[in-house]
């Protein structure tokens, strides 16, 4: 019997971002030219340590297995084609000049000249690099970007991916699948900010490539923790204040609004250090920021922002390019920053 349904072309895939507080899914589904929503999720991390679901919590790979598939089960994926993104604590990007020199010793000059930027041992990790399209381009030296990523993590997740029965495993830095699901414009000098629970991860992005990267070892876990201390709240208590009312405060407790700020100036704070320095070094103006992650959920976030970084950023809508039901639109817009990760990652597999 003739069916259209024979005519279309599908592809699925799963994105999966693994953080210290939560593990993210997103499933995608390529049906002709478009991508769309099929289930998506999250699953806190804290109660399977015993602790409270918004706290960060180490698990080991057996109980990390345990976390992704009551994950999957709970949102209804079926499908095996996976991506993972490397935690951005476990790999290092940044750019370096090295001389010009042909492929076969560059392969052996690199990883030496790596030595001095990789806080690791070189044999640790994998290395990865390619050349930046430079204007000025001179005779003796080139721009590469330096990637590396921490074997060991490479080799726990292979594991986690294997017991879940995942095929064609893709493994990425996290910065890559913001590109992905972020990225509208792919000429320009961007920035985009994940906003974690205890670290936030600064991505430099130049046409459409990502240049460089830092972590700043400040979270949105902080006011939290310092609700909690300051106004003896429980963590539960606490952390839904703070989803409650965010940076805008509460009428009824003024000192809510003044505590979350005070908690975001030390992120803030260093964050408009980098920017600077980013300015300087890749003697460029930035052109946006775009915070994702949790933390980017905070009510009043932007405020804050601009109060202490003295420019403009927006909130990371990672959705924009995919299709889903019209009953979704509020509670995505809501949830969005999120899942910036988890769609660049499907998206890896769909584009
Ligand atoms: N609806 C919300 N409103 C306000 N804050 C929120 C909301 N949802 C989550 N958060 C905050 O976001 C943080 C978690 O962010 P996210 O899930 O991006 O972190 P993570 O992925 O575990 O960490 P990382 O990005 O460092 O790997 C927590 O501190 C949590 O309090
Ligand atoms: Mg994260």
Same mark, same amino acid.
């Given at each position: 019997?003739?069916?259209?349904?024979? !005519?279309?072309?599908?592809?699925?895939?799963?994105?999966?971002?693994?953080? @210290?507080?939560?593990?993210?899914?997103?499933?995608?589904?390529?049906?002709?030219?478009?991508?769309?929503?099929?289930?998506?999720?999250?699953?806190?991390?804290?109660?399977?340590?015993?602790?409270? @679901?918004?706290?960060v919590?180490?698990?080991?790979?057996?109980?990390?297995?345990e976390?992704?598939?009551?994950?999957?089960?709970?949102?209804?994926?079926?499908?095996?084609?996976?991506?993972?993104?490397?935690? *951005?604590?476990?790999?290092?990007?940044?750019?370096?000049?090295?001389?010009?020199?042909?492929?076969?010793?560059?392969k052996?000059?690199?990883?030496?000249?790596?030595?001095?930027?990789?806080?690791?041992?070189?044999?640790?990790?994998?290395?990865?690099?390619?050349?930046i399209?430079?204007?000025?381009?001179?005779?003796?030296?080139?721009?590469i970007? +330096?990637?590396?990523? !921490?074997?060991?993590?490479?080799?726990?997740?292979?594991?986690?991916?294997?017991?879940?029965?995942?095929?064609? %495993?893709?493994?990425?830095?996290?910065?890559?699948?913001?590109?992905?699901?972020?990225?509208?414009?792919?000429? #320009?000098?961007?920035?985009?900010?994940?906003?974690?629970?205890?670290?936030?991860?600064?991505?430099?992005?130049?046409? #459409?490539?990502?240049?460089?990267?830092?972590?700043?070892?400040? #979270?949105?876990?902080?006011?939290?923790?310092? %609700?909690? !201390?300051?106004?003896? %709240?429980?963590?539960?208590?606490?952390?839904?204040?703070?989803?409650?009312? #965010?940076?805008?405060?509460? *009428?009824?407790?003024?000192?809510?609004?003044?505590?979350?700020?005070l908690?975001?100036?030390?992120?803030?704070?260093?964050?408009?250090?980098?920017?600077?320095?980013?300015?300087? !070094?890749?003697?460029?103006?930035?052109? /946006?920021?775009? +915070?994702? /992650?949790g /933390?980017?959920?905070?009510?009043?976030?932007?405020?804050?922002?601009?109060?202490?970084?003295?420019?403009?950023?927006?909130?990371?809508?990672?959705?924009?390019?995919?299709?889903? @039901?019209?009953? +979704?639109?509020?509670i995505?817009?809501?949830?969005? @920053?999120?899942?910036s990760?988890?769609?660049?990652l499907?998206?890896k597999? +769909? %584009?």
């Amino acid at each position: 019997m003739f069916s259209i349904f024979n !005519k279309t072309n599908k592809k699925d895939a799963i994105g999966i971002d693994i953080g @210290p507080s939560s593990v993210k899914v997103v499933q995608l589904r390529k049906e002709d030219e478009r991508i769309v929503l099929v289930t998506y999720g999250e699953i806190e991390l804290g109660p399977y340590a015993g602790l409270a @679901p918004s706290q960060v919590a180490i698990l080991g790979e057996d109980k990390m297995t345990e976390v992704i598939k009551d994950l999957l089960k709970e949102t209804k994926v079926t499908c095996k084609e996976a991506v993972m993104a490397v935690d *951005s604590s476990a790999a290092y990007v940044s750019t370096i000049t090295v001389p010009k020199l042909p492929p076969n010793e560059e392969k052996f000059m690199i990883p030496i000249e790596a030595r001095k930027y990789i806080p690791i041992p070189i044999s640790d990790v994998k290395l990865d690099w390619w050349q930046i399209p430079s204007k000025e381009e001179n005779d003796r030296t080139k721009e590469i970007v +330096l990637v590396a990523v !921490k074997n060991e993590t490479l080799e726990s997740y292979a594991r986690i991916a294997k017991n879940l029965g995942f095929v064609n %495993l893709e493994v990425e830095i996290e910065g890559f699948s913001l590109v992905r699901s972020l990225l509208n414009n792919n000429q #320009g000098f961007f920035i985009f900010v994940d906003l974690g629970s205890i670290y936030t991860t600064v991505n430099v992005i130049k046409d #459409g490539v990502v240049i460089d990267m830092n972590i700043i070892n400040h #979270g949105s876990q902080e006011g939290t923790v310092q %609700l909690s !201390k300051s106004l003896s %709240l429980t963590v539960e208590t606490a952390e839904e204040t703070k989803r409650t009312f #965010g940076y805008v405060g509460d *009428s009824s407790n003024e000192y809510v609004k003044e505590i979350l700020k005070l908690s975001s100036y030390p992120l803030f704070g260093e964050l408009a250090r980098l920017l600077l320095m980013y300015e300087r !070094k890749y003697n460029q103006v930035i052109e /946006g920021v775009v +915070l994702s /992650g949790g /933390g980017a959920k905070v009510a009043g976030v932007l405020d804050v922002y601009k109060d202490t970084v003295h420019s403009d950023a927006v909130i990371a809508t990672p959705f924009d390019k995919i299709v889903y @039901p019209d009953f +979704l639109k509020n509670i995505i817009s809501k949830v969005g @920053p999120t899942y910036s990760v988890a769609v660049g990652l499907a998206l890896k597999k +769909l %584009l």
